[in-house]
């Protein structure tokens, strides 16, 4: 009976294999609106289609199987090509759930609802393996946007003996200042400094959350044992600051890094001059 | 009978190195040596070197503000010094800023420190 089925199943398919194939992509192209053209539709299904048929001949109906891996090689490349042009998952399983439409005034007509159910059943498989996939591809995609991210993220420089700088670019969320914060200290800690100032002149804007950040940073910094001066800040910066009522505290800013950097001199030097009397540090 | 936190005198510094993780008991003994020792030696200053702790809790910040505040009651100022920075995020992450203890990077930043305020006369908080 099985192999009744397959085989009428096999013989339809393959008779009707260009009137089925222009009907999927007649749904198919319509279905994506425009957004992909008819030529480049009409390749993936026919090639498609051909390894589906290929696969079903060798009569082996599970997906996972070793018959079906020139399909799910042709699907994994369908469906990440997909995920990048940003297709949704939906999008991309009901472009092979199309098929199933196609195929049902064929087999239903015919009274051959177990041989349909069949085939649904494996076109349901390759419709769940499509969105896995899709799934695995805008995970690599988010890890790999995460790296570049992270190359991204700051450097600390010295910018005079005893005198660190950070160079803040783009916006601040925890994530980042874990890192930001982390490499400071330590930098403080391998350059013996002092001081630290930290330069805001590349964060676009800054709300509570970010200013948050910030004030954790200084205070992380502080306790170590050394002075930190925020600038950078740009007037329409300072305007949203105190529009947003946010509360710097004893903390110095500055308007520029060259303020900052002639602060921080100064009080090396204040220090300096006093320590002289005492004779160390 | 648990140990006590070793006091070392340095000039007219106090030196007190906390090398394993306190209990209740050591932080009651360490206030009481150290009050006493301060009365006894009249120490300007006290540098607690914190650098072989790698926690930090709400615990040991408490106890290191109590302990700053005894000193200044004696006429003493406290620097902390060698906070290791996983230990100031932690703090950090915990909200506490161990407001009115005074730090410092290292030992002899901290004592440099303490030397500054001494010359200058006591700088008010």
């Known amino acids: ?281 | 009978m648990t140990d006590r936190v070793p006091i070392l005198k340095i000039g007219d510094v106090l030196l007190v190195s906390i090398q394993v993780d306190l209990e209740d008991q050591m932080v009651m003994d360490l206030q009481e040596d150290l009050s006493q020792r301060i009365v006894d030696t009249g120490a300007h200053g006290v540098v607690i070197d914190i650098s072989a702790l790698e926690i930090v809790d709400s615990f040991v910040g408490r106890m290191l503000a109590t302990i700053a505040a005894i000193s200044r009651v004696l006429g003493a100022e406290t620097v902390v010094v060698g906070m290791r920075p996983a230990v100031a995020m932690t703090l950090v992450e915990l909200g506490l800023s161990l407001g009115g203890v005074r730090t410092a990077l290292n030992l002899e930043q901290g004592i440099g420190a303490l030397r500054r305020t001494r010359d200058q006369g006591p700088v008010g908080r």
């Open chain 1, 1 to 281: 009976m099985a192999q009744d089925d397959s085989d009428r199943l096999l013989s339809l398919l393959a008779d009707g294999q260009d009137d089925f194939v222009a009907r999927w992509i007649r749904t198919v192209t319509s279905s994506l609106a425009g957004r992909l053209t008819p030529a480049e539709v009409q390749q993936d299904l026919t090639e498609l289609y051909r390894a589906l048929l290929v696969a079903l001949r060798q009569g082996d109906t599970a997906t996972k199987g070793e018959a079906f891996g020139e399909v799910r090689s042709l699907l994994t490349e369908l469906s990440r090509n997909r995920a990048r042009q940003g297709f949704s998952p939906t999008e991309t399983a009901s472009s092979l759930f199309a098929l199933k439409e196609v195929l049902q005034s064929a087999l239903v007509e015919a009274g051959d609802l177990a041989t349909y159910a069949r085939f649904c059943r494996v076109l349901d498989d390759l419709g769940l393996y499509t969105v896995e996939v899709h799934a695995k591809a805008r995970e690599e995609i988010i890890s790999a946007q995460a790296e570049q991210l992270l190359e991204l993220s700051t450097p600390v420089v010295k910018l005079w003996d005893g005198i660190v700088g950070v160079p803040l670019v783009g916006t601040l969320d925890s994530a980042r200042t874990q890192v930001v914060m982390e490499k400071l200290l330590q930098s403080l800690l391998d350059q013996n400094a002092t001081h630290a100032i930290v330069d805001i002149t590349g964060v676009p804007s800054v709300d509570t959350q970010v200013a948050q950040h910030l004030l954790k940073t200084v205070v992380a910094a502080r306790m170590m044992g050394a002075e930190c001066t925020i600038s950078g800040i740009r007037p329409q910066i300072a305007q949203t600051i105190v529009a947003l009522g946010i509360e710097f505290g004893d903390i110095t800013t500055k308007a520029t890094l060259a303020d900052a950097l002639r602060h921080a001199l100064h009080r090396i030097e204040q220090n300096g001059a006093a320590a002289g009397i005492g004779g160390t540090a």
